[in-house]
């Protein structure tokens, strides 16, 4: 039988090693994966590269993995905003690395690597200084931006239901980049609000299919 | 504005945009000022607001107690979902948007240009962080998009130039001006003043503005 349920965020986190790439779920604190960030920092992992919408919001969750001092580096779109004072702090003292990616960008890159592709053009970014020193190509007339996958090692992502092989469904706008950060790890761990017995979830109505997640928690 | 001109407010200027929404427009609007917007749509038709985060029909601002944290926009304020709205990630989202889904789109600006050129996310500023957010795709992908923005900065420097001299968010990407002093155009021969505000003379307006404007009331 298998049962990608485990008790404990701790005990779903515990392998993440020193200098990780983990995909954090979440656009502000909607989909925030606050349970298994705190569990990570429980475990003291360190030089991580966190890929994300934003930089952290408030005192919980992405934001106090950074203010911990666990962040290496962030590819993010949004990092500042009124409540980002982690980040900033960190950005300001050179102890943060950041690469801004466009809101699209971002999720097309991670898509690609979900997909198994070798990268994709987009238009967005084209003739600014987000696409400086990048490769273009004009495709049907218009200019395109060359981006690269982005490849999680871990991906923390929070969804509402769940069960033993790893099916999820989501709640409303929580739902943003969990199903994209899903296929794009090696391994994916989610926290649900509830782990549900095997045919619970109607088939038809399954966001991410089991075989993108590699381990659910309750929280 | 020392002359009698009557300056839109920031709400009239809000209902000014609406006006040029047609039912049944995927609409995405922009954080701030172009928020407004959705307070201006005829509640008695059907126009479907998108939000970046995954909504399509997205709703007005819950009565106070019903705020749910799991249901917010672009913004990260508390929303509501119409009937007939949906939920979806955000590879949905984005093929909403850079795919020519989404018919309209409003965003503020700092600066735009005669050609149409964007600044709306960093001022280059050698402290400042700079964010970006969906604002380059909505600029590149929306069918039209619509600028919203005071026609002056607070120091009384036009928003409206030749050139851009903040970093760009997208190169000849808006259709579309409206100021709280005009509604300007952006066409192949350059920015066509469509309306002004009562009081207010091509004349007066050409002084207030950076970049050559022609006439075409």
């Known amino acids: 039988m298998i049962d990608k349920s485990l008790f404990s965020p701790a005990q779903a986190v515990a392998d993440i090693p020193d200098g990780a790439v983990v995909l954090v779920g979440g656009f502000g604190m909607a989909g925030m994966p606050t349970e298994l960030i705190e569990a990570l920092i429980d475990q003291g992992a360190r030089e991580l590269t966190i890929v994300s919408n934003n930089a952290g919001n408030g005192d919980t969750g992405l934001a106090a993995l950074i203010g911990a001092g666990r962040v290496r580096k962030i590819l993010c779109s949004f990092p500042r905003q009124a409540d980002s004072q982690r980040f900033d702090d960190l950005y300001r003292a050179g102890r943060i690395e950041l690469e801004l990616v466009p809101q699209g960008t971002l999720v097309c890159r991670l898509e690609a690597a979900g997909a198994g592709l070798g990268a994709i053009f987009t238009p967005t970014g084209h003739g600014t200084l987000l696409a400086e020193g990048k490769e273009t190509r004009v495709i049907d007339g218009r200019p395109h931006v060359l981006e690269y996958p982005i490849h999680g090692d871990y991906a923390l992502i929070k969804a509402h239901r769940g069960d033993r092989w790893g099916n999820l469904v989501y709640n409303k706008s929580a739902r943003n980049f969990g199903p994209i950060m899903a296929r794009a790890a090696a391994c994916t761990i989610a926290q649900v609000s509830e782990v549900v017995a095997l045919g619970e979830l109607n088939p038809e109505a399954v966001v991410t299919p089991g075989i993108f997640v590699k381990r659910v928690v309750r929280t | ?217």
């Open chain 2, 1 to 217: 504005m020392s002359d009698g001109a009557a300056k839109l407010t920031r709400e009239q200027l809000a209902a000014r945009v609406a006006r040029d929404i047609p039912e049944g427009a995927y609409v995405n609007l922009g954080i701030g000022l172009p928020t407004l917007v959705a307070n201006y749509l005829p509640a008695d038709g059907d126009y479907f607001l998108h939000s970046e985060n995954g909504l399509l029909g997205m709703g007005p601002a819950p009565a106070p107690g019903l705020e749910d944290g799991d249901l917010i926009n672009a913004g990260k304020q508390h929303v509501t979902l119409l009937p007939g709205g949906s939920y979806f990630h955000h590879g949905d989202s984005f093929a909403m948007i850079r795919g020519g889904h989404i018919d309209i789109c409003v965003l503020g600006a700092f600066q735009v240009a005669a050609n149409g050129d964007l600044a709306n996310w960093h001022t280059g500023d050698a402290d400042a962080i700079p964010a970006v957010g969906g604002a380059m795709d909505l600029a590149v992908g929306a069918r039209q998009v619509f600028v919203m923005m005071e026609h002056l900065t607070r120091g009384g420097a036009s928003k409206i130039v030749e050139r851009c001299t903040y970093p760009l968010t997208g190169v000849g990407c808006v259709k579309r001006i409206y100021t709280d002093l005009a509604v300007i155009d952006v066409t192949d021969q350059g920015l066509r003043v469509r309306e002004l505000v009562a009081g207010l003379s091509l004349a007066r307006l050409q002084a207030l503005t950076a970049a050559p404007l022609l006439g075409g009331i």
